[in-house]
T-cell receptor
Framework: KAGVTQTPRYLIKTRGQQVTLSCSPI?????VSWYQQTPGQGLQFLFE???????NKGNFPGRFSGRQFSNSRSEMNVSTLELGDSALYLC?????????????FGEGSRLTVL | GENVEQHPSTLSVQEGDSAVIKCTYS??????FPWYKQELGKRPQLIID?????GEKKDQRIAVTLNKTAKHFSLHITETQPEDSAVYFC???????????FGTGTRLTIIP
């Protein structure tokens, strides 16, 4: 099986712009989560989608949004970019099988805001 | 909400020695505690996890212990090898809830 695929891998934006990141989960996985990783802060939960519905949301401002499509692919969008949004954005998928909680991460999209 | 604290932030260990990383959590409802390893430039990968109905779990050189009363859990790596060098993250969640709260990570360096 192919792993979790994230695009683009690297991108540079300027303050005030917006960005859309894409995530294709492992085939058959219906849960997709997004995390922001910054040095010193670890991984912080953004949101989680299951069957096109947002089930959980982290403590990020409304500039951060996401969605999931019927094929389980997911996108996240950040509007009005700020310097502090520079980070590695990780997508993870889960099989949602009973008693398993393993998240399978993609390699991430590294966003630099200038 | 849940808060997970992880210590130490950096750890250097002589090859062959043991390494211990400790985490505490705040939400007594949390019942699933995974550990992820992230090598430099790579994605985080699950190395071991434990659920609250178990006190200890082992997988070869890796073990995790859980103390529900004290709300802390630890990762133990024995007979460390150079390939164990990485950043390790602990996390906590409620089983079935895919929201993981991560610790801030421990950079483990194995000294040859």
């Amino acid at each position: 099986k192919a792993g979790v695929t994230q695009t683009p891998r690297y991108l540079i934006k300027t303050r005030g712009q917006q960005v859309t990141l894409s995530c294709s989960p492992i085939s058959g996985h219906r849960s997709v989560s997004w995390y922001q990783q910054t040095p010193g802060q670890g991984l912080q939960f953004l949101f989680e989608y299951f069957s096109e519905t947002q089930r959980n949301k982290g403590n990020f401002p409304g500039r951060f949004s996401g969605r999931q499509f019927s094929n389980s692919r997911s996108e996240m969008n950040v509007s009005t970019l700020e310097l502090g949004d520079s980070a590695l954005y990780l997508c993870a998928s889960s099989s949602q099988a009973v008693n398993t909680g393993e998240l399978f991460f993609g390699e991430g999209s590294r966003l630099t805001v200038l | 909400g849940e808060n997970v604290e992880q210590h130490p932030s950096t750890l250097s260990v002589q090859e062959g020695d043991s390494a211990v990383i400790k985490c505490t959590y705040s939400d007594s409802a949390s019942n699933y505690f995974p550990w992820y390893k992230q090598e430099l430039g790579k994605r985080p990968q699950l190395i071991i996890d434990i659920r609250s109905n178990v006190g200890e779990k082992k997988d070869q050189r890796i073990a995790v212990t859980l103390n529900k009363t004290a709300k802390h859990f630890s990762l133990h790596i024995t007979e460390t090898q150079p390939e164990d060098s990485a950043v390790y993250f602990c996390a906590a969640s409620i089983s079935g809830n895919e929201k993981l709260t991560f610790g801030t990570g421990t950079r483990l360096t194995i000294i040859p």
